[in-house]
């Protein structure tokens, strides 16, 4: 059992920065593939970032490479999504999500067990 919850979000403006945590209550969070997804008002949840148990690998979705960088910390069970040159499309609710024993990195949603309750997260043009 993995327990998620996000902080971090909140309004900025357009070129911002914002960093989102996702701490992580269970002994099996070390061994946990971890990722973090969006879903914006109307919109289906989408992946944005992940990375494997060892954070040695990490994949982006297209719209936020280059802009955002996931890390870990499993001494702190926190995984970490560094938000730079933001975007008002990148307004969205962020969820983090456990892979327990996940070996490989994934984009899809059903693919994760556990999920926080979601930091909203604002950009003003």
């Known amino acids: 059992q993995v327990q998620l919850v996000e902080s971090g979000g909140g309004l900025v403006q357009a070129g911002g920065s914002l960093r989102l945590s996702c701490a992580a209550s269970g002994r099996t969070f070390s061994s946990s593939a971890m990722g973090w997804f969006r879903q914006a008002p109307g919109k289906e949840r989408e992946f944005v970032a992940a990375?494997?148990?060892?954070?040695?690998?990490?994949y982006y979705a297209p719209s936020v490479k280059g802009r955002f960088i996931i890390s870990r910390d499993n001494a702190k069970n926190t995984v970490y999504l560094q938000m730079n040159s933001l975007k008002p499309e990148d307004t969205a609710v962020y969820y983090c999500?456990?892979?327990?024993?996940?070996?490989?990195?994934?984009?899809?949603?059903?693919?994760?067990?556990?999920w926080g309750q979601g930091t909203q997260v604002t950009v003003s043009s």
């Open positions: 990375i494997t148990w060892s954070g040695g690998n990490t």
């Open positions: 999500a456990a892979r327990p024993y996940g070996s490989s990195l994934s984009l899809l949603t059903f693919e994760y067990r556990y």
